[in-house]
Nanobody, 122 residues
Framework: VQLQASGGGLVQAGGSLRLSCAAS????????IGWFRQAPGKEREGVSC????????YYADPVKGRFTISSDNTNNTVYLQMNNLKPEDTAVYYC????????????????WGQGTLVTVSS
């Protein structure tokens, strides 16, 4: 089981990035996949999560209307399109999977990718 997060980088405020979470060893459609982020000195927080099986998608309030999560079963990858980025979005972004309904609690997720750094300059 492996989750490979990628797509981070440096972008100016108002810009966009698309993060990818490539899965191997399992099918993303069979699990809930969550995106989390952790800024320096802060706890890891849930950003968005998706369950194709439950046909459910959730967004944390700070990213609603700006971020879009999607699942591509052809590529076995979950994407996080991030638009209108703000400096407060700066963090290491992680993807993770859990068997069951999607949640925002990092403790509920058993398998994690290595993280990709997003830096938004003002």
């Amino acid at each position: 089981v492996q989750l490979q997060a990628s797509g981070g980088g440096l972008v100016q405020a108002g810009g966009s990035l698309r993060l990818s979470c490539a899965a191997s060893g399992f099918t993303v459609d069979d699990y809930a996949i969550g995106w989390f982020r952790q800024a320096p000195g802060k706890e890891r927080e849930g950003v968005s999560c998706i369950s194709s099986r439950d046909e459910s998608i959730y967004y944390a309030d700070p990213v609603k209307g700006r971020f879009t999560i999607s699942s591509d079963n052809t590529n076995n990858t979950v994407y996080l399109q991030m638009n209108n980025l703000k400096p407060e979005d700066t963090a290491v972004y992680y993807c993770a999977r859990r068997h069951g309904a999607p949640t925002y609690s990092a403790r509920d997720y058993a398998s994690w990718g290595q993280g990709t750094l997003v830096t938004v300059s003002s």
